[in-house]
């Protein structure tokens, strides 16, 4: 039996990804530090045959957005694209938010992986106020992107 082929087991359930590094970011130069890591994405896991459904949880003011997922070997990639509703926290801005998933089963429920952020502006007047040095969670441009390395389990 060669454990070289062995394929790790991904089941439905609710997982952690937890950031470790931000090796790229063109939102948030220095001296911003945004965002925080270590950082935690929770989600829930929706497996079916080689599809993964990926709906992570609202966090502050970032909805669920959903991301789909191919498992092929260890192999666990795919992305999606939502929309960042901004008005219920009194700015009139939706932005578009983009997502790449590359990750790598390294044990059953437990992966590494690395997610590409695309951020853009989708519409609303107010947009540009998120733009700025006034306040350190300012974003230094639209659109911008964010590279995060961490890895995730289920919980």
């Known amino acids: 039996d060669d454990d070289d082929d062995t394929s790790f087991k991904l089941n439905n359930g609710h997982y952690a990804f937890v950031i470790a590094t931000v090796p790229a970011d063109s939102c948030w130069a220095p001296p911003k530090t945004l965002p925080d890591v270590p950082m935690t994405i929770t989600a829930t896991f ?6 993964v459904t990926v709906v992570t949880d609202a966090s502050g003011s970032i909805p ?3 991301m789909n997922l191919v498992k092929d070997g260890n192999s666990l990639t795919g992305g999606g694209t939502g929309l960042a509703d901004l008005n219920e926290q009194g700015i009139n801005c ?3 938010v983009g997502g790449d998933f590359d ?14 952020i695309d951020i853009a502006e989708s519409s609303g007047p107010d947009c540009g106020l998120l733009v700025g040095t006034f ?3 300012q974003l230094d441009s639209l659109p911008c992107a964010l590279e995060l390395d961490g890895a ?3 919980g």
């Open 103 to 116: 990750g790598t089963m390294t044990a059953e429920d437990v992966f590494d992986a690395t997610m590409t």
């Open 135 to 137: 306040l350190p969670e």
């Open 152 to 154: 995730g389990e289920k």
């Open 94 to 96: 939706v932005l578009d």
């Open 46 to 51: 929706t497996v079916e045959g080689n599809e």
């Open 64 to 66: 669920s957005q959903t």
